[in-house]
């Protein structure tokens, strides 16, 4: 089963309005990323909260980490049309170059902003 | 950030064939993954590719329907086998990069098959 969550699945608001889009997931994780899909194009990471994190600043980007509740926000302030896309999270478990290391990602939520 | 190219970028299939996915990284890298994006969904990894070894296949997933080799560090092959409708999706290979102490995927544009 997906390990994240998110909500809403879409979202449209107006060009300088700002945009949230929450995740849950389901068990202990090393860390959550966050990542933007063009359009059905490849997946580009935005940013990265480590599991002892409870908030990280990226230029227009803020994720928060609640572990106690297991959920994340993003926050894209003062958005632009261009911020148009599809956001994802997914949750790192095991270890890079361990067989057990994977990232799996959340159902997405759909941001259309309107200029 | 490594630069992974893929192709095709998109086909149209015939049901009952098979489409190899090529994966060429600009890089050496040690773990490949491969995602499956169903229309309007999320990616589901399909499996992890370590060169030298064979494929781990995530549950749902087998060898027989998506083979997969990697015969070096920087390069891949996904193969789609006795095609289906629903199979259509797009094909996502990524890499994992360490970044500031942590390890992030670097993704391919994809490719999209569409299945009749």
């Known amino acids: 089963s997906q390990q994240g969550e998110e909500d809403p699945q879409a979202l449209s608001i107006q060009e300088g309005e700002n945009a949230t889009m929450n995740c849950s997931y389901k068990?202990?994780?090393?860390?959550l990323q966050w990542y933007r899909q063009n359009s059905g194009r490849g997946l580009v990471h935005l940013i990265l909260?480590?599991?002892?994190?409870r908030e990280k600043h990226s230029g227009r980007l803020r994720v928060t980490l609640d572990t106690s509740k297991k959920s994340s926000s993003l926050l894209i302030t003062a958005s632009r049309a261009a911020d148009t896309a599809s956001y994802f999270c997914?949750?790192?478990?095991?270890?890079?170059?361990?067989?057990?290391?994977?990232?799996?990602f959340g159902k997405g939520t759909l941001l259309t902003v309107n200029p | 950030s490594a630069v992974i190219s893929q192709k095709p970028s998109r086909d149209i299939c015939q049901r009952g064939t098979s489409l190899t996915i090529q994966c060429q990284v600009d890089?050496?890298?040690?773990?490949m993954f491969w995602y499956r994006q169903q229309p309007g969904q999320s990616l589901t990894l399909i499996a992890t590719?370590?060169?030298?070894?064979?494929?781990?296949?995530e549950s749902g997933f087998v060898i027989d329907k998506f083979p997969i080799s990697r015969p070096n560090l920087t390069f891949s092959t996904l193969t789609v086998s006795n095609m289906s409708p629903e199979d259509s999706s797009i094909y996502l290979c990524?890499?994992?990069?360490?970044?500031?102490?942590?390890?992030?995927?670097?993704f391919g544009a994809g490719s999209r098959l569409t299945v009749l």
């Open positions: 590719a370590n060169q030298g070894s064979e494929a781990t296949y």
């Open positions: 990524s890499v994992v990069e360490g970044r500031r102490g942590a390890n992030v995927l670097t």
């Open positions: 068990t202990s994780i090393n860390n």
């Open positions: 997914a949750t790192e478990v095991g270890h890079s170059g361990g067989s057990n290391y994977k990232l799996t």
């Open positions: 909260i480590r599991s002892n994190e």
């Open positions: 890089s050496q890298v040690t773990m």
